[in-house]
């Protein structure tokens, strides 16, 4: 008796790609990631002369993605902004934004291993 299997070439060949496909999707859905919570921490941001909203960026490494305010002159503004103070009601934009935009990650994740897989 003998068994003939089809199709296991191609499926080593996918396996075998896994790990850098994987790599490059983590850095895709990072960088659009980053993109979108910016987009979204913009939009939301209360705006007077701009530059808060300006001083919005993001940052986008191998491992993590962090979006923020990192001008030292607008730094304590920004969170007086997002927090609020005894004078002043809180306006929060950056929590939504990373709200508004965590349930895209995992999915565009699985997306970005699709494409880059073949599978």
Do not use: C, H
Not at 39 to 62: H, M, Q
């Amino acid at each position: 008796m003998s068994v003939r299997i089809t199709g296991l070439n191609r499926a080593l060949t996918r396996l075998a790609r896994l790990p850098a496909a994987a790599r490059e999707a983590r850095d895709e859905v990072l960088e659009q990631w980053a993109e979108d919570t910016q987009d979204t921490a913009k939009n939301l941001v209360p705006e007077r002369t701009g530059n808060l909203n300006n001083a919005i960026d993001k940052r986008v490494f191998s491992d993590a993605a962090y979006v923020g305010v990192y001008k030292p002159d607008e730094l304590e503004y920004a969170e007086y902004v997002e927090k609020g103070t005894s004078s002043m009601e809180e306006q929060p934009y950056l929590v939504p934004a990373f709200e508004a935009n965590r349930a895209d990650v995992a999915r565009n994740f699985r997306a970005a291993i699709r494409r880059r897989t073949g599978a």
